[in-house]
């Protein structure tokens, strides 16, 4: 197996979506010995946002900063590290209804037409195939189905959608929400996702 595992938690050592997405990685690595794993650190070691300096320099601008020239090097690991990858582990936590925006970062250098998805003249198409992702989702408050805060959910219905843009549909969500609601809410909503982990067979 070749995985690649991405956190993009601000929070450090003190992050949930971190526990999770290395338990995940964890519990894939022993059921899976030979796995060869990539890591990344988004919220370490952002890209920059994605800028018409980015567009220029593609379309081959002559004049290139240090920093620039950096950053699509990145870009274009990032985009080999996903080709490589048959499983993906996300480390996904929401901040403002969303992903973090080093996460969305990663996402404008994947999402490329012609690359991983094209218009096709029946609509788009994603290119990405026979990959499987597992979404490591921690959230202050409770968005799921049914709850009244469900309509305000922009945060794994994002990634999902993005996901299966890309031609990805294998996607399971390890989930940790409610957390902010109080401790014992929060060592709850852990022991539910490290149940949820356990179940993973494959
Ligand atoms: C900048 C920021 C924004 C947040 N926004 C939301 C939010 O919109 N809704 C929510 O339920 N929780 C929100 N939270 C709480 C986080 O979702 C929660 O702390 C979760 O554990 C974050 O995952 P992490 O611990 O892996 O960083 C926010 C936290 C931070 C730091």
């Excluded at 959230?139 to 189905?145: D, E, F, L, Q």
Aim: glycine share 6%.
């Amino acid at each position: 197996m070749q995985l690649l595992h991405l956190d993009s938690s601000l929070l450090g050592n003190r992050s949930v979506s971190r526990i999770i997405s290395s338990e995940i990685v964890t519990r894939l690595m022993t059921l899976h010995p030979e796995t060869s794993l990539n890591y990344r650190d988004l919220a370490d070691d952002p890209a920059l946002h994605l800028s018409a300096a980015h567009f220029g320099a593609k379309r081959g601008a002559a004049a290139m900063e240090r920093v620039l020239l950096d950053d699509l090097l990145k870009g274009n690991a990032y985009m080999d590290e996903l080709f490589q990858a048959d499983t993906l582990v996300i480390g996904a936590p929401m901040y403002n209804l969303s992903i973090p925006s080093p996460l969305k970062a990663w996402i404008d250098r994947v999402a490329v037409a012609g690359r991983t998805y094209c218009y096709t003249a029946n609509g788009p198409e994603g290119l990405l195939k026979n990959k499987r992702v597992f979404i490591a989702s921690a959230r202050g408050a409770v968005y799921s189905a049914g709850n009244a805060a469900a309509a305000l959910e922009h945060h794994e219905n994002y990634l999902i959608g993005l996901l299966g843009f890309l031609g990805i549909q294998d996607v399971t969500v390890i989930r940790a929400e409610g957390i902010a609601f109080s401790a014992e809410a929060k060592a709850e909503a852990i022991a539910q996702a490290r149940k949820n982990i356990a179940a993973i067979t494959q």
